[in-house]
């Protein structure tokens, strides 16, 4: 009786979280004006229109290339400049290094609007406005002291002993990183660029804020859907299921280290 219970819960539960997603997606395969004219659990006269017109202007699958392309440089950036200090962190004792961690933390903890205006002053002036690197690197504010406490967590939990027989064999501290320490962690660096790439893709004020035209990301595109007429419902539905499907990826990719990591690491 317990087992069906809980699985009775789980279904609801499963219900309930699906919904929105369904129900975007029946908005996605109506015409504007069949989501305006009737309610529908299902799409009447089913369409692709709304797709096709995304497919086919440049602006909106511009975002999305924008939004890719800035996400990846910040989870590649955010990787490299975390795995260093984590392991620092975690294998050594030096002044002050309990109170960095937290200021670390602290990065991570403030809101993206306190940060907004200094960085867009500051890309103003060095010419990187509306630059896929601008949002990058700016991203890396938070992402990095997340990456940086993740890895941490996945690096504390291998033994020393690794380390101290990697050097009585002749390895030296950037080729024991590279080719034995990293792999054992492969799990928590799977997680992390997880998180990463989650953060920054649904971060919307300093994406909107450092890109005007070039870099502009799919978040900025959909406000296109404003029209004298209204919202075009249907089409900003389409979008939304589109900027679902680089998450789904994500999750597909590194799903079995999302599940150890869980188990094993910080997160």
Request: with cysteine; charged share 10%; hydrophobic share 55%.
């Amino acid at each position: 009786m317990k087992i069906k219970k809980r699985t009775l819960g789980l279904i609801l539960y499963l219900v309930l979280l699906m919904l929105p997603i369904y129900w975007m997606l029946t908005m996605s395969l109506q015409t504007n004006a069949d989501i305006l004219g009737s309610f529908n659990l299902y799409p009447k006269n089913l369409t692709f229109q709304n797709y096709i017109n995304i497919f086919t202007d440049k602006s909106w699958y511009s975002g999305y290339i924008n939004s890719i392309t800035y996400v990846t440089i910040n989870t590649v950036i955010s990787l490299v400049a975390a795995l260093p200090a984590a392991y620092a962190f975690s294998r050594f004792n030096f002044l002050g290094d309990k109170h960095m961690f937290f200021w670390l933390l602290t990065n991570r903890m403030a809101p993206p609007a306190v940060f907004a205006l200094p960085f867009f002053q500051l890309y103003s002036t060095v010419g990187l406005i509306d630059t896929h690197l601008a949002v990058a690197i700016s991203h890396c504010l938070f992402n990095v002291p997340l990456a940086v406490w993740i890895l941490e967590g996945f690096m504390s939990g291998v033994p020393r002993e690794i380390d101290e027989m990697a050097y009585l064999d002749g390895y030296g501290l950037p080729r024991f990183f590279l080719f034995i320490f990293i792999p054992v962690i492969r799990t928590g660096i799977g997680v992390t660029a997880f998180f990463l790439f989650m953060f920054s893709w649904v971060e919307l004020l300093i994406a909107k804020t450092l890109t005007t035209t070039s870099a502009k990301p799919i978040q900025s595109t959909m406000t296109r859907t404003i029209g004298a007429s209204g919202l075009d419902w249907g089409q900003l539905a389409a979008a939304g299921m589109l900027t679902i499907v680089p998450g789904m990826l994500v999750i597909w990719f590194v799903r079995n280290y999302i599940a150890k990591g869980f188990a094993l690491g910080r997160v």
